[in-house]
């Protein structure tokens, strides 16, 4: 079937290097076409499917796709506009949407019987777009061999073999559900199910039909699993793995009276893919993200700092030469993450950044509050985190009027859903008359937490 793909990508003229954008729901037809473009030297581009046009438009202005490959008729349209009509625009099953080109003017690519597999380690294989302080996304450069070496250090760890069947409830344009879920089957030669949404029964269903081995999951999801009649259901999987977003120790705990699994808990990023996991054997220790991988070093500097070293990390950000030396210290990644290390076992302290983790997600306050700026009667604005049981955190907008127009809550919230995907509108708006500040005018966000 990759081959089928992999071919019909060559024959509309993309050939190595070309860049395509891939934002779809979770789907068969679109896992094969993102490991035929793999397969043909194309360089995917990974964006969330519930990205608003605003946030889509900043992706493909940046990364500058040959193609793209999406499944509904507005992002067709958007790609197609902000990429001035040069974008071939495809369905998951590589039907062309209307209007947009039927071939790229580019260097062609795997005809039929054409090579595939000849990307070489150190060529791109993911630009995966993340959050930068700056409020804009930044597009992490993964190479072939980051994404071989992450998958091959976790099937190790996690003795994950071919006998091995995930129940995959993750959106696939992360990289948890794409690098750790669906590449690491492959390279197992594992099965999976692939369920079109996170739903606590269908998990459980799924599950239970297909006897899994294998599910894993951000802390919200454990959250709504263990608040089930059927959370013992758990029990019966080989493994249970969390990560993304910290899963409190008390969570690790009731899973593990209730469902007698020991959730292991593993700590990654976009830009290193996965670096520190608690132990198959031995201990999983509730409240920490465990030892490096295989290959991976990590270390805490003395203020705390998490910083990581190894195959699994990112080359930098694309076109961003000043972001990637910004984040690098002698080929250390410092990954903006405060721990300590505990009889080797690493715990995770907090963030060096304001980064807020909801549902394991990641939202930026600067971006948030870029947006907000934007409605013409916010004078000035400061995003938070509230603590949520359910989703870890949720984004707080705290908002000082211009003083004419009375504050209208809906018309903000409005104004958001236009500009922001679902996870980073605020889930409560408090109004203000000023903005705690320091000397230097900074908002002192501890005040208002
Ligand atoms: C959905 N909503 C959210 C979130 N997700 N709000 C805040 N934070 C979120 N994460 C909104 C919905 O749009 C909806 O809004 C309302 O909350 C309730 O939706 P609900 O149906 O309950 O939510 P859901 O659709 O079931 O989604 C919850 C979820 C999802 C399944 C936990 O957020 C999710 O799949 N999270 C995983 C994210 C992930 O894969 N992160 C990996 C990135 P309204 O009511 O307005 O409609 S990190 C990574 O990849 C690195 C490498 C790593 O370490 O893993
Ligand atoms: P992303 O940039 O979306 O890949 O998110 C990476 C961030 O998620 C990390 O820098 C951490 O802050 C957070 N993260 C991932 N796994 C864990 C975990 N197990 N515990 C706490 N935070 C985590």
């Known amino acids: 079937m990759t081959r089928e793909s992999a071919e019909g990508l060559g024959r509309l003229g993309l050939g190595r290097g070309d860049r395509v954008l891939w934002s779809t729901a979770s789907s068969l037809p679109a896992v094969v076409v993102n490991i035929a473009a793999l397969?043909?030297?194309?360089?995917?581009?990974?964006?969330?499917?519930?990205?608003?046009?605003?946030?889509?438009?900043?992706?493909?202005?940046?990364?500058?796709?040959a193609a793209a490959i999406v499944d509904d008729r507005d992002r067709a349209e958007v790609v197609s506009r902000v990429g001035g009509g040069d974008v071939v625009v495809l369905t998951p099953d590589l039907e062309i949407f209307e209007d947009t080109p039927r071939a790229?003017?580019?260097?062609?690519?795997?005809?039929?019987?054409?090579?595939?597999?000849?990307?070489?380690?150190?060529?791109?294989?993911?630009?995966?777009?993340?959050?930068?302080?700056?409020?804009?996304?930044?597009?992490?450069?993964?190479?072939?061999?980051?994404?071989?070496?992450?998958?091959?250090?976790?099937?190790?760890?996690?003795?994950?073999?071919?006998?091995?069947?995930?129940?995959?409830?993750?959106?696939?344009?992360?990289?948890?559900?794409?690098?750790?879920?669906?590449?690491?089957?492959?390279?197992?030669?594992?099965?999976?199910?692939?369920?079109?949404?996170?739903?606590?029964?269908?998990?459980?269903?799924?599950?239970?039909?297909?006897?899994?081995?294998?599910?894993?999951?951000?802390?919200?999801?454990?959250?709504?699993?263990?608040?089930?009649?059927?959370?013992?259901?758990?029990?019966?999987?080989?493994?249970?793995?969390?990560?993304?977003?910290?899963?409190?120790?008390?969570?690790?705990r009731s899973i593990a009276a209730s469902a007698g699994t020991e959730v292991l808990e593993r700590?990654?990023?976009?830009?290193?893919?996965?670096?520190?996991?608690?132990?198959y054997d031995g201990e999983r220790r509730p409240g920490t993200v465990g030892f490096p991988f295989p290959g991976v070093e990590a270390r805490v500097e003395d203020d705390g700092a998490v910083i990581v070293r190894g195959p699994t990390v990112f080359s930098g950000y694309w076109e961003r030469p000043a972001a990637t030396s910004e984040c690098f210290r002698d080929g250390w990644f410092s990954t903006g993450d405060l721990g300590v290390v505990e009889d080797g076992y690493v715990r995770l302290l907090g963030r060096s950044t304001d980064l807020i983790i909801s549902g394991g997600y990641n939202v930026y306050p600067a971006e948030v509050e870029d947006v907000l700026l934007g409605h013409p009667s916010v004078a000035e604005?400061?995003?938070?985190?509230?603590?949520?049981?359910?989703?870890?955190?949720?984004?707080?907008?705290?908002?000082?009027?211009?003083?004419?127009?009375?504050?209208?809550?809906?018309?903000?919230?409005?104004?958001?859903?236009?500009?922001?995907?679902?996870?980073?509108?605020?889930?409560?708006?408090?109004?203000?008359?000023?903005?705690?500040?320091?000397?230097m005018g900074k908002v002192r966000r501890t005040e208002l937490r």
Request: hydrophobic fraction near 45%.
């Open 39 to 65: 397969r043909a030297g194309l360089v995917v581009v990974p964006v969330n499917a519930a990205y608003t046009e605003r946030e889509l438009a900043h992706v493909v202005a940046d990364v500058r796709p």
């Open 267 to 279: 700590y990654g990023m976009t830009e290193t893919l996965m670096t520190l996991s608690n132990p």
């Open 104 to 252: 790229v003017h580019g260097a062609g690519g795997a005809s039929e019987g054409a090579v595939l597999d000849a990307a070489e380690p150190d060529d791109i294989a993911l630009i995966a777009y993340t959050s930068g302080t700056t409020g804009a996304p930044k597009g992490a450069v993964l190479t072939h061999a980051n994404l071989l070496a992450n998958s091959e250090s976790i099937a190790l760890t996690w003795r994950w073999d071919a006998d091995d069947r995930l129940v995959h409830a993750l959106p696939i344009f992360h990289g948890h559900g794409l690098c750790v879920g669906l590449y690491t089957s492959l390279l197992a030669g594992s099965s999976v199910v692939l369920l079109p949404r996170f739903d606590v029964d269908a998990v459980f269903d799924a599950c239970a039909r297909h006897e899994a081995t294998l599910f894993f999951g951000v802390p919200t999801m454990y959250h709504r699993l263990a608040a089930s009649s059927r959370v013992g259901e758990l029990g019966r999987l080989r493994l249970a793995v969390s990560g993304s977003a910290p899963l409190s120790a008390e969570l690790h």
């Open 381 to 439: 604005v400061a995003v938070t985190s509230a603590p949520s049981d359910e989703w870890g955190e949720v984004v707080c907008a705290w908002v000082v009027t211009d003083g004419v127009s009375p504050p209208d809550v809906d018309a903000l919230l409005a104004y958001a859903a236009h500009r922001l995907a679902p996870y980073k509108r605020p889930r409560r708006v408090q109004f203000v008359d000023s903005l705690p500040r320091n000397s």
